[in-house]
């Protein structure tokens, strides 16, 4: 029996989700590869290399490859700020995803053609706003390390590909099971001086006294379609502190109330804040 033999494992651009064999005819061998999640082992031989072995080879490294796809889930922490308070929700995700590509970080990918890693972020942030409590979710494939250490090594492996305005606060491992769900935010405006009035605290004091609130959202690109919410379920607490105006506002199934709505309650635009809006906590349910 005459047959050479190369075996790798190698991140796969194609995934795919169950066991299965590839057979390609490329002038003088054949290639047998059989995929697992996010892992191909690829066999070469010769014309008269038969295809039974190697099928009895790749089928005795299967129970090494479910281990290695085993995952653990990720929290991660973090403050935006600076400039890319006005990077969307998308674009901020794509920072993310091309930070642990860069930093070749062993997490989970997406199935098909195009496999990304797997990362997401439970609350959206509002464009311009920044933020001292971001929650980005992901998982990591399993090691040796334990799960300090393996939380250290990814700080310090994505903290490396970040750019000037992101900052990890820190890295956790979820809980078995764990869903975050955002219950409550809460926002700082930072007014200037001259609009800390009595007339502001008139307004705060009607708006909070009001059994509800009408807006009309508009809820589309084009700006063709509004609909008439009221949000006066969702303004939880209004207040003035020596940093300017503390909102927090609840979030439910139903939706919220947005940022820029905020501002138009309290009749304020962007020229009257003394620095960019931001939001400086989340409460989660399950964290």
């Given at each position: 029996m005459?047959f050479?033999?190369?075996?790798?494992?190698?991140n796969s651009?194609?995934?795919i989700?169950?066991?299965?064999?590839e057979i390609?005819?490329?002038q003088?061998?054949?290639?047998?590869?059989?995929a697992?999640g996010?892992?191909?082992?690829?066999?070469?031989?010769s014309i008269?290399?038969p295809?039974?072995?190697?099928?009895?080879?790749?089928y005795?490294?299967?129970?090494?490859?479910?281990v290695?796809?085993?995952?653990?889930?990720?929290?991660i922490?973090?403050?935006?700020?600076?400039t890319?308070r006005f990077l969307s929700h998308?674009?901020?995700?794509?920072v993310?995803?091309r930070?642990?590509?860069?930093?070749r970080m062993?997490i989970q990918?997406?199935?098909?053609?195009n496999?990304?890693p797997?990362?997401?972020?439970?609350?959206?942030?509002?464009?311009?706003?920044?933020?001292?409590d971001?929650l980005l979710?992901?998982?990591?494939?399993k090691?040796?390390?334990?799960g300090?250490r393996?939380?250290?090594s990814?700080?310090?492996?994505?903290?490396?590909?970040?750019?000037?305005g992101?900052?990890?606060?820190s890295?956790?491992v979820a809980?078995?099971?764990?869903?975050?769900r955002p219950?409550?935010a809460?926002y700082v405006?930072?007014?200037?001086?001259e609009f800390?009035n009595d007339d502001l605290?008139a307004t705060i004091?009607?708006?909070?006294a009001s059994e509800?609130?009408?807006?009309?959202?508009?809820?589309?690109?084009?700006?063709s379609?509004?609909r008439n919410?009221d949000v006066r379920g969702?303004l939880?607490s209004?207040?003035i502190g020596?940093?300017?105006?503390i909102v927090?506002?609840s979030i439910?199934g139903?939706?919220?109330?947005?940022?820029?709505?905020?501002?138009?309650l309290?009749?304020?635009d962007?020229?009257?804040?003394?620095?960019?809006?931001?939001r400086t906590?989340v409460r989660?349910h399950g964290?």
């Amino acid at each position: 029996m005459f047959f050479a033999l190369k075996m790798g494992i190698i991140n796969s651009k194609s995934r795919i989700s169950d066991f299965r064999f590839e057979i390609l005819r490329r002038q003088q061998h054949r290639s047998f590869t059989l995929a697992y999640g996010e892992y191909r082992i690829a066999f070469r031989g010769s014309i008269g290399c038969p295809l039974n072995a190697i099928r009895h080879m790749l089928y005795a490294i299967r129970c090494t490859l479910s281990v290695m796809n085993e995952t653990l889930p990720l929290v991660i922490r973090f403050r935006i700020r600076g400039t890319l308070r006005f990077l969307s929700h998308a674009e901020t995700l794509r920072v993310f995803q091309r930070a642990c590509v860069r930093g070749r970080m062993s997490i989970q990918y997406s199935q098909g053609f195009n496999p990304r890693p797997r990362l997401s972020l439970p609350l959206p942030r509002p464009v311009g706003v920044e933020s001292n409590d971001e929650l980005l979710c992901l998982k990591v494939h399993k090691s040796t390390e334990d799960g300090g250490r393996l939380c250290s090594s990814v700080a310090a492996e994505l903290s490396a590909q970040l750019p000037d305005g992101i900052e990890l606060i820190s890295v956790d491992v979820a809980g078995p099971g764990a869903s975050y769900r955002p219950l409550s935010a809460t926002y700082v405006l930072a007014l200037r001086r001259e609009f800390l009035n009595d007339d502001l605290k008139a307004t705060i004091e009607r708006l909070l006294a009001s059994e509800s609130l009408d807006l009309r959202r508009q809820t589309d690109a084009r700006g063709s379609r509004f609909r008439n919410i009221d949000v006066r379920g969702f303004l939880t607490s209004i207040e003035i502190g020596e940093k300017g105006i503390i909102v927090e506002c609840s979030i439910s199934g139903a939706g919220s109330v947005r940022v820029d709505e905020v501002l138009s309650l309290l009749q304020l635009d962007q020229s009257m804040l003394a620095a960019p809006i931001r939001r400086t906590s989340v409460r989660w349910h399950g964290a």
